[in-house]
């Protein structure tokens, strides 16, 4: 859950917004009937992936993880977003006993823009550059593959069946990274987490944490069903490019 100085801190910048219940629905309903359609086309490449990742490392195939996302709710004569936490579904990539120190540290140094400090946590000059733990040692062979095809992320499919994401919409947050959130930066809160989004298909981790947010606060004003199926047009082809992925 939230604790009480971030939801606090998030709900003054989650500001009521004009009602459009029509649009929600409608994206709700093909959330729903493409999620559903997914899993069952790719149900065997998911056993594909999980025989590999058993094979590969001893742990779970399936990754958990708390993330944050948010609420669409009725106030007054329109809509407001609440901060919610949710149990969040990726393919495993990393050792099962691996700790999340060195990407605390990191995630600390991408927010605060400091790339010398990027650099020495990743031990790598890549790491400025693409804003990503590239040579993270905690990832296993078969992660760095399902990573590079951003397959591991097709499980997110089953939080989009539940409702707690969307085909589209910014990426979901972890709750240290949101901890770290200061004034604007809980704006990206103000839509139901995606899979994909402006962010995603407009660099992914080639981009910085500002940049990130311009590009998901601009998406959170945009937002139209005319908006949502462009960008998951020009997915298949970034996915397709693998750049900024792994």
């Known amino acids: 859950m939230l604790d009480a100085r971030v939801r606090s801190d998030a709900d003054a910048e989650l500001s009521t917004s004009a009602a459009d219940g029509g649009y929600h629905l409608v994206k709700r309903i093909i959330d729903i009937t493409a999620s559903t359609v997914a899993l069952v086309v790719f149900l065997p490449l998911f056993v594909v992936v999980a025989v590999a990742i058993k094979i590969d490392s001893d742990g779970p195939v399936l990754f958990r993880q708390e993330r944050i996302g948010a609420r669409r709710v009725r106030h007054g004569g329109g809509n407001r977003w609440e901060a919610v936490s949710f149990t969040f579904y990726k393919f495993r990539t990393m050792a099962s006993d691996a700790s999340s120190t060195l990407h605390e540290r990191y995630i600390a140094a991408y927010i605060n823009g400091d790339a010398s400090e990027m650099v020495e946590t990743a031990g790598s000059a890549g790491a400025a550059e693409t804003y990503k733990l590239v040579n993270d040692p905690r990832v296993t062979r078969v992660g760095r593959v399902i990573r590079r095809l951003s397959i591991d992320e097709l499980p997110q499919l089953w939080n989009v069946l539940k409702g707690d994401m969307s085909l589209v919409g910014p990426r979901p947050a972890i709750g240290y990274e949101v901890a770290m959130y200061k004034g604007r930066h809980y704006r990206r809160l103000a839509a139901k987490p995606g899979i994909t989004g402006l962010w995603q ?20 004003e945009r937002r139209s069903l005319l908006v949502d199926l462009a960008l998951l047009a020009r997915t298949i082809p970034v996915v397709m490019s693998m750049k900024g992925a792994g």
Request: proline share 0%; hydrophobic share 35%.
């Open 201 to 220: 298909v407009s660099g992914r981790s080639c981009i910085g944490f500002e940049e990130m947010v311009d590009l998901d606060c601009e998406y959170i």
